[in-house]
C-alpha cells in the first residue's frame, strides 16, 4: 500500500536530515543565513518538523500539535539536540500514524484546505514526501556553503 512506501521515504529522509543536522562543524552555522540564502539549516528544519506535525500528526494522529508557521522561521539557536529529539518524535509519529490510515482515507479529500483547493490525500501525501526532499537538499547545500 501506499502509506507503507511513504513511511519508508519519511523514514529514510528524516534518518538523513538527523544526519545532516549532526554534521555541522559548528553548531551556530545550523542558524546562519549569507546573501541570498535567506533560510537557514535550523529554521527549515523547524519548518519541516512543524509541516509533518501538522498534516500527519495532527490531522491524522490527533496529537494535538498546534502550529506556529512563523515561529519555525522566526526562532533561533535552538540547541542542535532539540532539534535531533524533536525530529526523532516526528519520525516515531509517523510510524504510529501511517499503519492507521485506509484506503479510503487516501482516495478521500484531504480533510483541510492547504492550497485553497481540495486534492486527494494521497496526491498531498506524496507532496509531503517531495516538500521533504526539496528542503533537504537545501540544507545538504546550506551546510557544505556555510559551515567553514
Same mark, same amino acid.
Given at each position: 500500500?501506499?502509506t507503507?512506501? @511513504?513511511?519508508?521515504l519519511?523514514?529514510?529522509? @528524516?534518518?538523513? @536530515?538527523?544526519?545532516? +543536522?549532526?554534521?555541522?562543524?559548528n553548531?551556530? *552555522?545550523?542558524?546562519? #543565513?549569507?546573501?541570498?540564502?535567506?533560510?537557514?539549516a535550523g *529554521? /527549515?528544519c523547524?519548518?519541516?518538523? =512543524?509541516?509533518?506535525?501538522?498534516?500527519?500528526g495532527?490531522?491524522? =494522529? *490527533?496529537t %494535538?500539535?498546534v502550529?506556529?508557521r512563523?515561529?519555525?522561521?522566526?526562532?533561533?539557536?535552538?540547541?542542535?539536540?532539540? /532539534? @535531533?529529539?524533536? +525530529?526523532?518524535?516526528?519520525?516515531?509519529?509517523?510510524k504510529? #500514524?501511517?499503519?492507521? +490510515?485506509?484506503q479510503?482515507q487516501?482516495?478521500?479529500d484531504y480533510?483541510?484546505?492547504?492550497?485553497?483547493?481540495?486534492?486527494k490525500?494521497? !496526491?498531498?501525501?506524496?507532496? /509531503?514526501?517531495v516538500?521533504l %526532499? !526539496?528542503?533537504? =537538499?537545501?540544507i *545538504?547545500?546550506h551546510r557544505?556553503? /556555510?559551515?567553514t
Open positions: 500500500m501506499l507503507e512506501d @511513504l513511511l519508508k519519511f523514514s529514510r529522509d @528524516l534518518n538523513r @536530515l538527523k544526519s545532516e +543536522i549532526s554534521q555541522y562543524q553548531e551556530a *552555522n545550523l542558524w546562519k #543565513v549569507d546573501g541570498a540564502i535567506s533560510n537557514s *529554521n /527549515l523547524l519548518h519541516l518538523i =512543524g509541516n509533518l506535525q501538522t498534516y500527519f495532527s490531522v491524522y =494522529g *490527533n %494535538g500539535y502550529r506556529d512563523e515561529k519555525e522561521f522566526s526562532d533561533k539557536a535552538v540547541p542542535r539536540e532539540q /532539534l @535531533l529529539d524533536m +525530529i526523532e518524535q516526528t519520525e516515531q509519529m509517523l504510529q #500514524v501511517f499503519p492507521r +490510515i485506509t479510503e487516501l482516495e478521500d480533510p483541510m484546505e492547504v492550497f485553497d483547493h481540495s486534492m490525500s494521497a !496526491y498531498f501525501f506524496v507532496h /509531503l514526501a516538500h %526532499g !526539496y528542503h533537504l =537538499g537545501q *545538504n547545500y557544505r556553503l /556555510l559551515d
